[in-house]
């Protein structure tokens, strides 16, 4: 069964951005669900364990040891916050998605699975969302699905990710993803790999490169998000990466030219025809773009009184909402939101101990990487590259710690990043 380990990497990493689950709890906030207390294991993530266990002993690098084991040590730390929890149940839930989330990166560490592959399979794993996102903006609703695990969205509804200016409602593109920034997130890094491939993708018969399309179409979806973490994390990426290639390999830089072109004509073109919807995201007297920013202000302010008195474990992984809602009770159950910072959230789920651990972590990771960049990898290059998208998301938004799915990309990105160092 061993040879048919790195397949099954590669499925997985396809996957991704399905959501079929199986639900056995839901907690309730006042006595309606919220997103945060729904306990459930996904497909997915029982395919990561089957490949775990089907792998055998993994062949990891001896440099990428180091990484491996403060990431043993963050997952240790955020196990120890489970017993004091809000709310046990929840946290030894969400502990178990962070273990699968860690089981995934050292999987994606094996020699044994090409990385380029694995690069390829992530990608083409969001067309069909992309394509999907692309009908239900257009429509403005998304039929629910329970054994694709999509819900349903309605641009009218209530509780929906939606643009609201002079014209009326439009619904962001979710995709196969719970949220629009997370939908956006995974393809700000699925652009970035395209534009660091070392193969393009072909078609078969005519030898035709398609690469161009797949960025052309991530790009246009990309914008339908909406997500203002997504544009500006890839951004941020290309600019990083841009001055990384032009500083230390000029001439090939120049290959990166038809690529960036196709990429961004496509996110122009996209912003032409929603150009209104767009740009009312950063229109701060619109209702809704001001609530959103209260809200992100209302969270900061509060933080100090969920870390209170918790600062060394935290209130429990995954307990941040419910220790919210003691704080600030009588608000309905869709109102509790995880702080958007990832940084601020790992503090007040596992405490300082934790954020400490998971610092080494990512520290251990870029160290490599920027040892590998001085010897002139451009592998290292693009790790970089995916590290910006997701330092910036870290910034914004909380989906990275908060959500099965913003694991699993954390882990890939961080991955990722080692393997193409050796490039």
Known sequence: MQKYFPNLVYVILFLLPW??????????????????GTLSLYAVELLVIVTF???????????????????GIAVLAALISVPFSQDPDLSLVAWGHLVIGAILFILLL??????????????????????????QVYAGFSPASSWLGLAGHQAA?????????????????????????????FLAIGLIVLMFLRRPIRVA???????????????????????????????????????????????????????????????????????????????VVLPLEEQSIDQRLEQYQVFPKVLAGNILIGVGLGAYTERLAIIEPDQPGYAYQPVHNVGLLVLGEIGILGLIAVILWAGSVDRLNYAAIRRGSIGAI????????????VFFDHYLWSSWQGLALLAFSMAMTLRLSED
Do not use: C
């Open 157 to 185: 509804g209530l509780g929906q990710a939606v643009i609201e200016d002079v014209s009326g409602r439009f619904l962001r593109a979710y995709g196969t993803f719970n949220h629009p920034n997370v939908f956006g997130g």
């Open 19 to 36: 959501q079929t689950r199986y639900i056995f709890d839901q907690k309730l906030i006042n006595g309606q669900p919220f997103e945060y």
């Open 205 to 283: 018969n005519y030898q035709l490169p398609i690469t161009h399309l797949l960025s052309a179409l991530l790009s246009f979806a990309l914008v339908i998000t909406f997500s203002r973490s997504a544009w500006l994390s890839f951004l941020a990426a290309v600019a990083v990466g841009g001055a990384l290639l032009l500083y230390k390999h000029r001439l090939k830089a120049r290959l990166a030219l038809p690529m960036l072109s196709i990429t961004f004509l496509s996110l122009a073109i996209a912003l032409g025809i929603f150009s209104e919807q767009a740009f009312s995201r950063f229109d």
């Open 53 to 71: 266990f089907l792998g055998q002993r993994l062949q990891i690098l001896k440099a990428h040891r180091a990484p491996t084991r403060f990431l």
């Open 110 to 135: 094996d020699r044994r699975v090409n990385h380029h592959r694995a690069l390829m399979a992530f990608v083409l794993g969001l067309v069909i969302p992309s394509l999907i996102g692309i009908f």
């Open 382 to 393: 693009a790790g970089i590259s995916l590290g910006t998208v997701i330092l910036v998301v």
